[in-house]
């Protein structure tokens, strides 16, 4: 009776070890130092960014690795970044996908888009005075671009809403003025063809001001503004 069962045990061992070897064939190797993300497509593939740090050469590099549906990879593309750089955020406008970094020390952000074929097709670099007023990446994209949140360089308080398009123009810009406290926002989405934002000021450790605005998503230009007060 037992060896009526040998085959089929062969069989399921062959089975097993088969998909173990197509596991690892799929596998990344992992870098200690470096930073990952992934990064969906909108086709149902993806792309893992391996952000590494080259101290002997003060600069970074970003390993783009394409990977199919069914999870094999297809490419690869290595860009380099500046010096220490950290994944700021990403979001998806159609077949583009626009990805940011920035560099604490080199004062930089940079914004790449990237293809459905994981090939870099635009860059942009800012580079600005102080770290704090580095732009980042805010996490929703329109059909004809995408949304940055910044601070002023002149006066850090403020804090400034940019919308651009996949060339990296500018096509509107809304600041949010401060004399004394700082302004942060603490909640902001788009919905349909309107940015809502709340945004607040805080006074003190008790006390806050506060508004919500909503914005025309097209234009930046303000539908409703609602102030509200409230002290604990």
């Known amino acids: 009776m037992k060896h009526k069962f040998l085959p089929f045990f062969c069989l399921i061992c062959c089975f097993t070890f088969l998909k173990d070897l ?5 596998s990344i190797n992992l870098n200690k130092t470096a930073q ?3 990064l969906p497509l909108h086709n149902g593939s993806f792309m893992v960014a391996e952000i590494i740090n080259m101290d002997q050469y003060q600069r970074g590099e970003a390993n783009f690795i394409l990977y199919d549906s069914l999870c094999k990879d297809q490419s690869n593309k290595i860009i380099l970044l500046p010096w220490q750089p950290v994944f700021n955020g990403s979001v998806s406008a159609g077949n583009l996908k626009i990805v ?5 020390v080199n004062n930089k952000t ?3 888009t990237m293809d459905s074929l994981g090939q870099q097709v635009n860059r942009k670099e800012i580079e600005v005075k102080k770290a704090m007023q ?6 929703f994209s329109s059909p004809d671009g995408f949304f940055i949140i910044s601070r002023s360089e002149k006066q850090w308080k403020d804090i400034i809403i940019t919308k651009l398009d996949f060339q990296y123009n500018t096509l509107w810009e809304r600041q949010f003025k401060q004399e004394k406290d700082p302004v942060t926002i603490d909640k902001l989405e788009k919905i349909g063809d309107k940015i809502f934002i709340f945004k607040q000021i805080r006074a003190g450790s ?4 506060g508004s ?4 025309d998503e097209k234009t930046g230009k303000t539908l409703l503004e609602k102030n509200l007060t409230s002290s604990s």
């Open 22 to 26: 197509q596991a690892q064939s799929n």
């Open 36 to 38: 990952y993300q992934i």
């Open 100 to 104: 940011s970094f920035f560099s604490a």
């Open 110 to 112: 940079v914004f790449l």
């Open 134 to 139: 580095i732009p980042s990446l805010i996490a």
């Open 206 to 209: 008790k006390n806050y001001q």
């Open 212 to 215: 919500l605005l909503v914005l």
